[in-house]
């Protein structure tokens, strides 16, 4: 893995990576082309106070970039980017890496190198973490979301020269009284990945897009009696768009979307997560759908038995639900089989999926202390 400097010529490519690219914790998380042109026409991408490096993987594929701010000051600021479909292989922290010994080995002798991030950006903090960066602030509702109209914490986290040249992470003393912060449900890390028997159970990847998309078309006639989205077939440029939008979304908590796979082949047959997230409440639903080539098989029960023990053990749930159509009888016998209460029958609560009737709803619930 290499940083290989951007140059004025690479306009295009620099354009197409940021605008193709989903950004959920930075200010503008989709910027369009005309933002990106002017940046660089101001020398906000390459100047005498920032630089801008290419992320190349060993296949000399470009997956990410980085920026360095300040390089004329004695501690210059940074801001990585890794593409939507290469997030989750380690080439952050094989960047932050390789961009401490870029900063330390220049001729003006740098004091630190430091980075910011919202408190939630949980993939971030990991990544300064794994990097030798330690984290040495938060500093509270400092950091506002446009798109949420609302203000996070940003935590701050450092590497000095002294503690990059011995190959060591030195934690901040700190000489004041410490007061543990409880941590809120929703902030806490919690796994993206998780297995049964048969099965591997993963947040989403935007290189899934394909194999979603064929499982969509497959499957489209059984979808389609169930699903509003399966109306009429999505083409692939949907499914890269709606899926892109699951990963920022996931990101930030405010919906899990979790993809299955067979653990024996690594064949994709199907989708579940939590939706309608309520994380004062801590109350879930599951939904699901499977590749018609799959069904009959348990792999659907399978599946959402592992991810109510998650909601429990790993998020904490208070209450899981499961609602489907009254008519949908393989919906609601993954339910029954898994000993949810039916809680109650909502008469004409929602149309079906093509708009036409009305339909009645069944909520299936499962609570804590009574859940497995």
């Known amino acids: ?114 980075g910011h991030t919202r408190q939630d950006n949980f993939a971030m903090r990991k990544t300064f973490e794994r990097a030798g960066f330690v984290k040495e602030a938060q500093l509270r509702q400092a950091w506002f979301s446009p798109k949420e109209s609302s203000y996070y914490d940003a935590v701050t986290y450092g590497m000095t020269r002294e503690d990059f040249i011995k190959g060591t992470a030195t934690p901040v003393k700190w000489d004041d009284v410490f007061h543990p912060i409880e941590i809120s449900n929703k902030e806490r890390p919690f796994s993206e990945e998780f297995y049964t028997d048969r099965l591997i159970i993963r947040a989403p990847k935007i290189d899934d897009a394909e194999i979603v998309w064929k499982a969509v078309i ?101 209450r899981v639900e499961i609602r489907c159509d009254s008519e949908n009888v393989r919906s609601r016998s993954v339910a029954e089989r898994l000993d949810y209460t039916l809680e109650g029958t909502l008469r004409h609560d929602s149309l079906s999926a093509d708009g036409k009737k009305l339909r009645d709803t069944c909520i299936y619930a499962k609570i804590k202390g009574a859940a497995l």
């Open 218 to 318: 497959a499957s489209h006639d059984a979808l389609k009696e169930w699903m509003p989205w399966a109306q009429s077939k999505q083409t692939l440029e949907q499914t890269t768009t709606n899926l892109r939008q699951a990963v920022a979304d996931f990101i930030t908590r405010k919906d899990l979307r979790l993809h299955l796979f067979l653990k024996e082949t690594g064949e994709f047959i199907g989708a579940s997560g939590l939706h309608r997230i309520d994380w004062d409440v801590r109350k879930f639903e599951i939904g699901y759908w499977i590749d018609s080539r799959f069904e009959g098989k348990g792999l659907m029960t399978e599946a959402v038995e592992r991810i109510t023990k998650f909601a429990f053990e790993e998020l904490y749930a208070n």
């Open 1 to 114: 893995m290499k940083l290989t400097e951007w140059t004025m010529e690479e306009q295009e490519q620099l354009i197409h990576f940021m605008t193709t690219n989903t950004w959920p914790y930075h200010g503008n998380s989709h910027p369009a082309r005309e933002l990106i042109e002017k940046t660089i026409e101001e020398g906000g991408y390459q100047s005498d106070e920032v630089k801008t490096f290419w992320v190349e993987n060993e296949e000399s594929e470009q997956v990410g970039i980085v920026k360095i701010y300040d390089l004329q000051d004695e501690i210059p600021l940074f801001d990585l980017r890794i593409a939507d479909e290469a997030r989750g292989r380690g080439y952050g922290p094989s960047a932050l890496k390789l961009l401490a010994e870029y900063v330390f080995q220049l001729p003006e002798a740098k004091i630190r190198l430091e």
